[in-house]
């Protein structure tokens, strides 16, 4: 029997048809499905990321190409949040350094000791400088009170000099009424690490606590390095100091640096790398 056309009614060929475009549409990829219409039948089960943005009703790509455009700009940002909270960090340690620097040299913490301890500065031909004349005055008026048996006097002496500044200074005291076996002397340093580690190195057990005399720009690392040495130290610095205005807020500056650079590597490395 030959075949013939068959005429279907027009439902079941609706049916027909909607049924073969639904099973085409079964193998299509996921962003392409509805690439004709833009709808998704209310059927068909979206996954979460596939749900319309509520604002535009369009379905969200869930690849995540644009995360990967701005990584690199996050990276930047972190690095740079960090590169600033270094250095509001590094200013605010600074600060803190020139305040201990300033502060501690308007401080005066005389009491008994074993031993005053004062450090040299410059001399011309045994006679001390304006500068160590003002750290040996304060001396004189310490001694009387009783603070300690004996006074260490420190410092070297320049190429060609006859005196070192502790001969100047022993000088000095001894004129002015201090007892010369009551004066020892550390002729050799000339910084103030090597000075104050001579005097760790030449005293016996005796001696253990100092009270060191300096100007008060400088009263804050030399404490630092005396106790570095292993010395207990304290700080009494000479209130006629000559060093004063703008010369006294540079050395203060500087001796900020020196004791920030000096905390964070020890202060012998510091005068290594600074003589």
């Not at 990967?68 to 600074?94: N, Q, S």
């Not at 006074?151 to 320049?158: E, F, K, L, P, R």
């Not at 570095?228 to 807020?249: C, D, H």
């Amino acid at each position: 029997m030959a075949d013939r056309d068959v005429d279907l009614p027009a439902d079941e060929v609706r049916s027909t048809d909607r049924a073969l475009i639904e099973a085409l549409e079964d193998h299509r990829p996921v962003g392409e499905r509805y690439a004709l219409t833009g709808e998704v039948p209310v059927s068909v089960e979206r996954e979460p990321s596939m749900r319309p943005d509520p604002r535009t009703d369009e379905v969200r790509d869930p690849t995540p190409v644009q995360h990967l455009a701005t990584h690199p700009r996050r990276w930047w940002r972190r690095i740079a949040w960090g590169a600033g909270a270094a250095v509001v960090l590094a200013v605010a340690y600074a600060l803190f350094s020139y305040w201990q620097v300033w502060s501690v040299g308007r401080s005066d913490q005389a009491r008994p000791v074993d031993a005053i301890v004062v450090m040299g500065a410059a001399q011309y031909d045994g006679r001390p400088s304006p500068q160590l004349a003002a750290r040996l005055d304060h001396v004189v008026d310490l001694w009387p009170q009783g603070f300690a048996p004996v006074v260490i006097v420190t410092g070297g002496n320049q190429p060609g000099d006859r005196f070192t500044e502790a001969d100047a200074s022993a000088a000095y005291l001894t004129e002015r009424g201090v007892p010369p076996d009551a004066v020892i002397l550390e002729g050799e340093g000339s910084t103030t690490y090597e000075s104050l580690s001579n005097v760790a190195q030449q005293v016996d057990d005796s001696i253990s606590s100092v009270l060191i005399v300096t100007d008060p720009y400088h009263a804050l690392r030399s404490r630092l390095v005396a106790e570095s040495v292993g010395l207990t130290a304290y700080v009494s610095p000479t209130p006629s100091s000559v060093v004063s205005g703008a010369r006294e807020a540079q050395r203060e500056i500087g001796e900020a640096a020196g004791v920030a650079v000096g905390r964070i590597i020890g202060f012998e490395r510091l005068d290594r790398l600074t003589d």
